[in-house]
């Protein structure tokens, strides 16, 4: 959290929501977010490979007992 004087804050007390809103997106783009990350987000990590059914061997179970009749 960044801190301001206390006689700075009285600056926005004297505005309504509209323009409390509209003072707020003129300084949004000033504003360096990357400072205020808590975590850099790290790389994706690469996916597994597959054990099971590697070559499509899977069979559904519909599929058996349909053959059995």
Do not use: C
Not at 19 to 47: C, F, I, S
């Amino acid at each position: 959290m960044v801190a301001i004087p206390r006689q700075d804050w009285r600056i926005f007390r004297a505005l309504n929501a509209k323009q409390l809103a509209d003072v707020l997106t003129e300084l949004a783009p000033y504003v360096n977010l990357r400072r205020y990350q808590k975590h850099p987000r790290g790389l994706k990590q690469a996916r597994t490979q597959r054990t099971a059914y590697k070559n499509g061997n899977h069979v559904s179970t519909a599929k058996m007992l349909a053959k059995r009749i």
